[in-house]
């Protein structure tokens, strides 16, 4: 399995992006996938969930309105659209795929700084 993010680097506050995860080695349309992130001295923390279908999502209190999780199952990726962004959603956001023990990609790092 390989999981390869993209789309990170440096946001101004209020500003957007959206992070692309790229998936390999696995029935991709199969598998709920889901985003955490680690910020600078704290634990990773979960962000957002998708289900195989795409049908439904769920989100870390702090991201709802804001950030939207989705899927393109006929190109094997996963997104996140961050939106209004703030200082706090500074961190290293990886993808998770459930699979086996669970597989992780390497991180993509967003700064929101101005």
């Known amino acids: 399995v390989q999981l390869v993010e993209s789309g990170g680097g440096l946001v101004q506050p209020g500003g957007s992006t959206r992070l692309s995860c790229i998936a390999a080695?696995?029935?991709?349309?199969?598998?709920?996938m889901r985003w955490f992130r680690q910020a600078p001295g704290k634990e990773r923390e979960f962000v957002a969930a998708?289900?195989?279908?795409?049908?439904?999502?769920e989100y870390v209190e702090s991201v709802k309105g804001r950030f939207t999780i989705s899927r393109d199952n006929a190109k094997n990726i996963l997104y996140l659209q961050m939106n209004s962004l703030k200082p706090d959603d500074t961190a290293v956001y990886y993808c998770?795929?459930?699979?086996?023990?669970?597989?992780w990609g390497q991180g993509t790092q967003v700064t929101v700084s101005s």
């Open positions: 998708i289900t195989a279908t795409g049908g439904d999502t």
């Open positions: 998770f795929a459930p699979i086996g023990g669970g597989s």
């Open positions: 080695g696995l029935p991709f349309s199969s598998y709920s």
